[in-house]
Nanobody
């Protein structure tokens, strides 16, 4: 069992940056593929990015490629999402998830989910 807790959300103006964190409980964090998804009101949950257990291999959704970066620190049981050049369209609740398939771009490939953290980007 893995419990995930996101933090770092907030409000920012367009063009700004935020870094989200997701900390996992348990000793097996380093075995998991970690992913980030987001969901805006009235829209389906969207894949953002994912990172393999070793932190080397990463994969991103087209809408965030070049602006967002996923990283992880296995010693701290934490995965990060650095978001730069934010746009109003990035406004959503952001979720981290743990799974075993890389690249996991479907929600169904993840077994554990956090509760989400809100990001609001104003123009």
């Amino acid at each position: 069992q893995v419990q995930l807790v996101e933090s770092g959300g907030g409000s920012v103006q367009a063009g700004g940056s935020l870094r989200l964190s997701c900390t996992a409980s348990g000793r097996t964090f380093s075995r998991y593929v970690m992913g980030w998804f987001r969901q805006a009101p009235g829209k389906e949950r969207e894949f953002v990015g994912t990172i393999e257990w070793n932190g080397i291999s990463k994969f991103y959704g087209d809408s965030v490629k070049g602006r967002f970066t996923v990283s992880r620190d296995n010693a701290k049981n934490t995965v990060y999402l650095q978001m730069n050049s934010l746009k109003p369209d990035d406004t959503a609740t952001y979720y981290c998830a743990a799974g075993s398939v890389f690249p996991g771009i479907s929600q169904r490939q993840y077994d554990y989910w956090g509760q989400g953290t809100q990001v609001t980007v104003s123009s």
